[in-house]
């Protein structure tokens, strides 16, 4: 454990340091460049196009875990689970509906940049979430339920008090999986004047230079693995929280 620990430290730490001076990591990426191009990306600047590419993901997945759970919430009430197979099939439509055809129709409406990206990827990231809301809020005992309503708790008590934290962890693997989803998905937005990583592995592929879409895909690659890590390591950490307290 403290091992697999230290890896992911200094993995990060090697992320940081290319970010901030990736000119002296050169050596490594040298082999790839022939014929005098450039070996580290020189048309901006690699942290920030990182930090740029953080934040569209951040702002869509938010998005997407507001109106997931939100949506997931309303159809596991009476009131709402009619509403059930609509949801399922707008939830649906961000997975059936490739990326790169949202933003060709989103372009004409909302114009370049990174707003069309942060619909494609809104939409891409509510299937998981959804599905994972709707898994742990219908799949609580009911022994634990009929508790809290023993106990006279309103509805709005047991959703929040009993429902929610105990599907944390179920919804935190949705957003998990919608997170490292996004992170590779948000590299198309370039193609779409979106200021991400995927102008690293776009000025790579055009120019033939193999150490460019490296660098880029990469960095993309060591930051789904990260994030990916830290997310596991909060559910597992709310999963023994929970256990405890049922124990308890």
């Not at 059936?96 to 942060?118: I, R, S, W």
């Amino acid at each position: 454990m403290r091992a697999g620990l230290l890896i992911r430290l200094v993995v990060f730490a090697l992320l940081v340091a290319f970010l901030v001076n990736p000119e002296a990591f050169a050596f490594v990426f040298a082999p790839l460049a022939s014929n005098g191009q450039p070996v580290i990306y020189n048309q901006g600047s690699l942290l920030d196009l990182t930090l740029n590419h953080l934040m569209i993901v951040l702002i869509a997945t938010t998005l997407a875990t507001l109106v997931a759970v939100g949506l997931a919430i309303l159809v596991t009430r009476p009131f709402g689970a009619e509403f059930l197979p609509l949801s399922r099939s707008l939830a649906n439509v961000g997975q059936t509906f490739p990326p790169v055809a949202v933003l060709a129709l989103a372009v004409p409406m909302l114009g370049f940049g990174t707003a069309p990206t942060l619909v494609a990827l809104f939409l891409y990231g509510l299937l998981p979430i959804f599905e994972n809301t709707l898994t742990g809020l219908t799949g609580l005992r009911g022994p634990v339920t009929e508790a809290a309503r023993g106990m006279g708790m309103t509805g709005l008590q047991r959703l929040t008090r009993v429902e929610l934290p105990l599907a944390l962890p179920v919804i935190l693997a949705g957003v998990r999986l919608s997170t490292v989803i996004s992170l590779a998905t948000a590299t198309i937005g370039s193609t779409v004047a979106a200021r991400t990583l995927g102008e690293v592995i776009i000025a790579g592929l055009l120019s033939g230079n193999t150490a460019f879409v490296l660098q880029g895909g990469l960095i993309v690659g060591v930051l789904a693995v990260l994030i990916y890590d830290g997310l596991s390591a909060i559910e597992r950490t709310l999963s023994r929280r929970i256990g405890q307290r049922a124990r308890a």
